[in-house]
């Protein structure tokens, strides 16, 4: 009796182990590679043999009997007939405080010198998702150290919002005011597709020590495979999301929306998926909503993400697919001016163009009467900026353009502020209090 225990406790051991099965790799073909002879599931992991050691890619695709991997590294040395070996065991992403201060890579790995994460917990796939009917509303301001959006396009806890502009307008920057300003327990910054350059300057210039001390920074520079600059736009969620599910407020910076889809872009079209909208096929724009809703207030004890995702619109074009679609899913947008940046009015906010769908939710109703006198006052001048530049406007022939006039350089120098410069929230109240009140 003892002896048929023993064998049954025998048997139960051996079925723990899955037979793993070998495959070969057959084709080559740009960012892609092919295997037959082995059996994986969409998003799980290989080893792939190389004349330089092993490599891990990840399986995006099948057809028949064939595998489509994408590679997590750059590739070389690689056979026909190369051995392909699913991988089962997988450790997951590192999370928890450990990783404050840290920079690491879209699958967690340390790109900061300092050693090993020595993380107390790891997660492995997405979290689920929160049923909206159980996240909480969007009930209070989020302090962003910025009087522009402090006060007149107000973030509140748990607003997703887009930061909307061209290249070299000051975007990285604006994102790292709000690091060294907000109020926020912990922020995540996903910098994608950036140059290499800029993400050392960024951690180490623009975040600075102060900033570095409560932030998370995922980094997959330009040079990277897309799927390393897809999985680092959702590993930066995925941290975020765990410091959420202990109670903590969230800040997530995502630099940017717009590498996310180009990465999806090239995964797509490499394994056979159809272009639709300016190259673009139609599983961009599936992933984007997904990933953005991902952030967002908790429920119950949680606490929130406040997300703030940049898209880059190629040729200062609003108008862009992926522009369009991020405008569509997100609960405001914040437009960099081109122009206001060459006349050196930074940050360069077009507050005409940008909007805080939840502002009229966190904010008093006189908060909201003075962001809309100071608005209407900005925009009237803009209006009749031609006409007094060469002269045609005549003083006292419109007592409201006259005001315009008059208050244009207190509201534009109220919408300025330097780099090192930050303005909490009930400060930045007071002076737009002290300026709507001159307006009246």
């Given at each position: 009796m003892n002896f048929a225990k023993q064998m049954d406790g025998y048997k139960d051991l051996v079925n723990q182990f899955q037979p793993v099965v070998s495959g070969k790799l057959k084709r080559v073909v740009g960012l892609t590679m092919e295997a037959t002879g082995c059996i994986a599931p969409v998003g799980s992991q290989c080893?792939?043999?190389?004349?330089?050691?092993?490599?891990?890619?990840?399986?995006?695709?099948?057809?028949?009997?064939?595998?489509?991997?994408?590679?997590?590294?750059?590739?070389?040395?690689?056979?026909?007939?190369?051995?392909?070996?699913?991988?089962?065991?997988?450790?997951?992403?590192?999370?928890?405080?450990?990783?404050?201060?840290?920079?690491?890579?879209?699958?967690?790995?340390?790109?900061d010198g300092l050693g090993p994460i020595k993380a107390s917990k790891y997660v492995s796939g997405k979290a689920k998702p929160i049923n909206p009917l159980a996240r909480r509303p969007i009930e209070q301001p989020l302090d962003v150290g910025i009087r522009a959006i402090n006060t007149m396009l107000t973030v509140g806890k748990g607003q997703r919002m887009g930061l909307f502009a061209g290249s070299g307008v000051g975007k990285s920057v604006l994102l790292g005011m709000m690091t060294r300003g907000t109020s926020a327990d912990v922020i995540v910054v996903g910098l994608v597709g950036e140059?290499?350059?800029?993400?050392?300057?960024?951690?180490?210039?623009?975040?600075?020590?102060?900033?570095?001390?409560?932030?998370?920074?995922?980094?997959?520079?330009?040079?990277?495979?897309?799927?390393?600059?897809?999985?680092?736009?959702?590993?930066?969620?995925?941290?975020?999301?765990?410091?959420?599910?202990?109670?903590?407020?969230?800040?997530?910076?995502?630099?940017?929306?717009?590498?996310?889809?180009?990465?999806?872009?090239?995964?797509?079209?490499?394994?056979?998926?159809?272009?639709?909208?300016?190259?673009?096929p139609p599983s961009v724009f599936a992933k984007l909503p997904q990933l953005v809703e991902r952030a967002g207030n908790g429920s119950g004890s949680q606490g929130s993400i406040t997300a703030f995702y940049t898209v880059l619109t190629e040729g200062d074009d609003l108008q862009d697919p992926i522009a369009d679609a991020s405008r569509a899913?997100?609960?405001?947008?914040?437009?960099?001016?081109?122009?206001?940046?060459?006349?050196?009015?930074?940050?360069?906010?077009?507050?005409?163009?940008?909007?805080?769908?939840?502002?009229?939710?966190?904010?008093?109703?006189?908060?909201?009467?003075y962001a809309r006198l100071v608005k209407q006052n900005y925009s009237l001048y803009q209006q009749n900026k031609d006409l007094i530049a060469i002269g045609a406007y005549v003083a006292g022939a419109d007592p409201k353009v006259d005001k315009a006039i008059q208050f244009y350089p207190v509201i534009e120098a109220f919408c300025q502020q330097t780099m090192k410069e930050s303005h909490p929230y009930d400060e930045a109240l007071t002076a737009l209090t002290q300026l709507g009140d001159a307006l009246q």
């Open positions: 080893s792939v043999e190389t004349l330089n050691g092993n490599i891990t890619a990840e399986v995006v695709g099948f057809s028949d009997d064939i595998l489509y991997l994408m590679p997590s590294e750059e590739v070389q040395g690689v056979m026909p007939g190369a051995k392909v070996v699913p991988l089962l065991q997988q450790k997951g992403l590192p999370v928890g405080l450990e990783l404050l201060g840290r920079v690491i890579d879209g699958v967690g790995k340390p790109l140059r290499g350059r800029e993400v050392k300057e960024f951690i180490e210039e623009i975040l600075g020590v102060e900033g570095r001390k409560r932030s998370v920074v995922v980094a997959a520079p330009a040079d990277t495979s897309p799927l390393m600059r897809l999985k680092a736009c959702e590993t930066a969620v995925t941290i975020a999301e765990y410091f959420r599910d202990q109670g903590m407020e969230v800040l997530l910076l995502m630099d940017s929306l717009t590498r996310f889809a180009q990465a999806q872009r090239e995964i797509a079209l490499a394994i056979g998926e159809p272009p639709a909208t300016k190259g673009y899913i997100l609960d405001g947008h914040i437009v960099l001016s081109r122009k206001l940046a060459e006349s050196g009015h930074y940050p360069a906010i077009d507050i005409e163009a940008s909007i805080s769908r939840v502002m009229p939710m966190v904010v008093s109703e006189q908060h909201l009467n």
